[in-house]
């Protein structure tokens, strides 16, 4: 060690001592979310298949948890109000207190995560189970042909189950979240803990465990963290640096090719995203942010996010100092951000708030299976590709933007009906 990096040697051990020693949070942290977990120690925390399988036994009437068709009936009631009732096979009505014969649950049929078939009532549900890894070669569109075929008098509900109610690239198919399994879960595990055997209740609180401290969000959890990173920000950032996280170098690529190009400027990147503008944007773009930790000009910016088999874009608007000039521009880009290429999957009214709001959808940019991160120039030649298709569309959005916020732009007046 060269006697010029020992003062800084000292201090990344130093902080390191303080984070494992002087940390009644990380204690606090690890006592929730550390406790023994069946699923934690036979390894398959994180493995779609096994969740799919767990999903499978508690939903089949037929199998050894002694409950019938409570576990089932209570997902298809809040599927079935989750659904537009234009995707509906049946309505909840029809559910409620119904006794469904017939019903088949199957893994892995035709590649199908998980299939339930009833005879009577006669209802196809189709789960794609999206946990670490996304969609590839238009597989909802394949599912919904087999689908079709070996059940062509069938009306399916298909559902998108995803850790955050992820937008699937298929309109047919029902977003739904592992918030909202654990919901139905949770409900139904209070409702009926007296009647459930002892053994199916310890398997059902284990993953219950699972998916709550893993999958979905937690106040107690959300601010341990902050204090935490607030407080042992060196430790982590030199944790982070020597050892990264899954997406870190990925994201890592995405930031190298940004800072390489001068035709886009990088205001941050965490360990798996990366928040970017067009260079000459710099020069016009107001210090309007609220953020404290975020440059002041980054109250809009792009993404690049990392994923555990994914590369995601899309475009955000962050909190502002104008609340009026915010919300004028969120609503440009909710109904015409297409136009600056900014693409959107879902339908309908949007609900803004005055924080964070994205006005585009998550556009897969690069996908890749889990366990085989992509190789350096397979991500670059990605990230490339969309740029060199935004870039020439975000022309006509600077003019637009910089009119909103001198209070010149006119919006379009649709007629009234």
Known sequence: ????????????????ERFIVDNDDLLQLESMIGRFNIFDALGIART???HSNFLAFIL???ESHGQSQLFLQALLMDLLKAAPPGLRPLSPIQIDGAELRGVEVRREWNNVDLLITCRDPSFVIVVE???GSSEHSDQLGRYKDVIHRNFPDARPLYVFLTPDRSEPSEEEWLPYSYLDLYRVLSRVRATNENSIGDEVLVFLDHYLNLIGTRFMNDPTIDELCKRIHKNHRQALQLIWDRVGTPASGTAAEVEAYLRENPLWNVFYRSGSSVDFVPTDWTIWL??????????????FVMRFEAFEGHLDFFVEVRRMEDLSRRRAIVDLLLADGTKFGFKRKQKGEVKVKDSYTRVSSREKVLTWPVDEPPETAIVRAAIAKKLNELHPKLHGLTDVLQAILKGTHKPLVTAAT
Not at 286 to 299: C, T
């Open 1 to 16: 060690m060269d006697e010029s990096d020992r003062p800084a040697s000292i201090a990344a051990l130093a902080a390191l």
């Open 48 to 50: 779609e298949i096994r």
């Open 60 to 62: 089949d009437p037929a």
């Open 129 to 131: 189970n999206k946990l």
């Open 286 to 299: 107001p210090p309007l942010g609220l953020d404290s930790k975020e440059h002041p000009q980054s109250w």
